[in-house]
């Protein structure tokens, strides 16, 4: 079992910055690849980027590469969302999720979720 708590999230100009944070309750935490998705209002939610278990490898949205940056501190229990140079089309609220299967872009893939963060980018 494996609680997700995000924080992070914020109003922020476009051009800025924000780090979420993704809190793990659970000593199976390090074992679980993790990943990020959004939703903006209206939409459905989307795959934004997911890191494995070790941290050795990470994959993201075409639409974020290059701008946001996924990692984890397993000591922590943590996983992590830079996200630089946003743009408006970035708003939405921000959830994590811990993966059970092997598709990290496919919502049921993943067993556990937060409540999720909201990003505002204003701009």
């Known amino acids: 079992q494996v609680q997700l708590v995000e924080s992070g999230g914020g109003l922020v100009q476009a051009g800025g910055s924000l780090r979420l944070s993704c809190a793990a309750s659970?000593?199976?935490?390090?074992?679980?690849?993790m990943g990020w998705f959004r939703q903006a209002p209206g939409k459905e939610r989307e795959f934004v980027a997911a890191?494995?278990?070790?941290?050795?490898?990470?994959s993201y949205a075409d639409s974020v590469k290059g701008r946001f940056t996924i990692s984890r501190d397993n000591a922590k229990n943590t996983v992590y969302l830079q996200m630089n140079s946003l743009k408006p089309e970035d708003t939405g609220v921000y959830y994590c999720a811990a993966l059970k299967g092997v598709r990290v872009d496919v919502i049921s893939e993943y067993d556990y979720w937060g409540q999720g963060t909201q990003v505002t980018v204003s701009s």
């Open positions: 659970g000593r199976a935490f390090s074992s679980y690849a």
């Open positions: 890191i494995t278990w070790s941290g050795g490898r990470t």
